[in-house]
């Protein structure tokens, strides 16, 4: 596989303000270039185009700015739903009092009082529990050599 040239139809210029990366370039290695392409295969000789840099601080800023990206595009995106929300919030409000909470009731184990939200689980191995047989503990053999 080597660059045939094809490659220098798709090249793309250096984007100000942006990182390449951000702005939808791919680097291809085979023919060392930036390009604007959509596909994952050079179009020129076939290899893999990275789409994502190396650098670990490059890394960083790309993740900085497409968290950035996103956290922008939702908040343009909810303000003209917000008078929508606001309706829905209100109706729900009446209904919301008769719903119970989801998280699971713990309740307090027989013989050492500690909470569980599934305490019969724990009062078969309670250490507390005066059914537990603990003469097994102190059956030990001793051997003389």
Request: charged share 35%; aromatic share 6%; net charge positive.
């Amino acid at each position: 596989m080597t660059c045939k040239g094809i490659c220098v139809r798709y090249k793309a210029q250096k984007p100000v303000g942006t990182g390449r990366y951000a702005s939808g370039q791919r680097r291809c290695q085979i023919c060392e270039i930036f390009i604007k392409w959509e596909g994952l295969w050079c179009p020129c000789c076939g290899y893999r185009l990275r789409t994502k840099p190396r650098n670990l601080k490059y890394k960083a800023k790309l993740r900085a700015r497409v968290e950035a990206d996103s956290i922008e595009a939702k908040s343009a995106a909810v303000e003209p739903e917000v008078e929508e929300i606001a309706v829905k919030a209100k109706s729900k409000a009446k209904t919301a009092k008769s719903k119970t909470t989801k998280s699971k009731e713990k309740t307090p184990c027989k013989y050492c009082e500690k909470l569980f939200v599934y305490p019969d689980k724990h009062e078969k191995n309670c250490k507390k529990n005066p059914s537990l047989d603990t003469s097994q503990e102190s059956e030990s053999i001793a051997i003389k050599a």
